[in-house]
T-cell receptor
Framework: AQSVTQPDIHITVSEGASLELRCNYSYGATPYLFWYVQSPGQGLQLLLK??????LVQGIKGFEAEFKRSQSSFNLRKPSVHWSDAAEYFCAVGPYSGAGSYQLTFGKGTKLSVIP | GAVVSQHPSWVICKSGTSVKIECRSLDFQATTMFWYRQFPKQSLMLMATSNEGSKATYEQGVEKDKFLINHASLTLSTLTVTSAHPEDSSFYIC??????????FGPGTRLTVT
């Protein structure tokens, strides 16, 4: 069975500092990997996804993630954090379901707080 | 584009009653819709997957008679929690997928059963 581990429950960074959120996955085949952000009162928004190809993936809002198969990791990074980045971040893995979408397994999330 | 709404955003009901939650794709046709449940400080757990006009596929451990899912059109799916009990209190989130296969998430519905 597939699983996702986000080791950090809560991370606090200063505005302007760099950020790395960790994600480790367990999946028997080539994974499809996703990072979502959840802000209060809003639905999860897709930041980026990896299906194949270049292992460094660029996303929205200045985020990027690197797929490392040898480490079963898909860590999310941002060089300079903005106060508006404070939110909950979820890593997810999913196989193609064959029914027109991907069935996602989510990690427990990492809450990001940003100090002005 | 790709907006998904949920209604209501927050509902309180008494134990033993039923409550219906709506999930709508506002600007696209959703071939597949998903329902998730999220406990505080926990991950999203997939409850079921539904395709328009077909019966929903429930994940193991999810009671299909308790959580009734109807995907009557390409823009609307409903989740009905029947005979709700306090342990059903949770945050329910839907997502909708179009032909690009990407899932677009609704803002969630907070259910409190008293």
């Amino acid at each position: 069975a597939q699983s996702v581990t986000q080791p950090d429950i809560h991370i606090t960074v200063s505005e302007g500092a760099s950020l790395e959120l960790r994600c480790n996955y367990s999946y028997g085949a080539t994974p499809y990997l996703f990072w979502y952000v959840q802000s209060p009162g809003q639905g999860l928004q897709l930041l980026l996804k990896y299906f194949s190809g270049d292992t460094l993936v660029q996303g929205i809002k200045g985020f990027e993630a690197e797929f490392k198969r040898s480490q079963s990791s898909f860590n999310l990074r941002k060089p300079s954090v903005h106060w508006s980045d404070a939110a909950e971040y979820f890593c997810a893995v999913g196989p193609y379901s064959g029914a027109g979408s991907y069935q996602l397994t989510f990690g427990k999330g990492t809450k990001l707080s940003v100090i002005p | 584009g790709a907006v998904v709404s949920q209604h209501p955003s927050w509902v309180i009901c008494k134990s033993g009653t039923s409550v219906k939650i709506e999930c709508r794709s506002l600007d696209f046709q959703a071939t597949t819709m998903f329902w998730y449940r999220q406990f505080p400080k926990q991950s999203l757990m997939l409850m079921a997957t539904s395709n328009e006009g077909s019966k929903a596929t429930y994940e193991q451990g999810v009671e299909k008679d308790k959580f009734l899912i109807n995907h009557a059109s390409l823009t609307l799916s409903t989740l009905t929690v029947t005979s709700a009990h306090p342990e059903d209190s949770s945050f329910y989130i839907c997502s909708a997928s179009d032909t690009t296969y990407e899932q677009y998430f609704g803002p969630g519905t907070r259910l409190t059963v008293t």
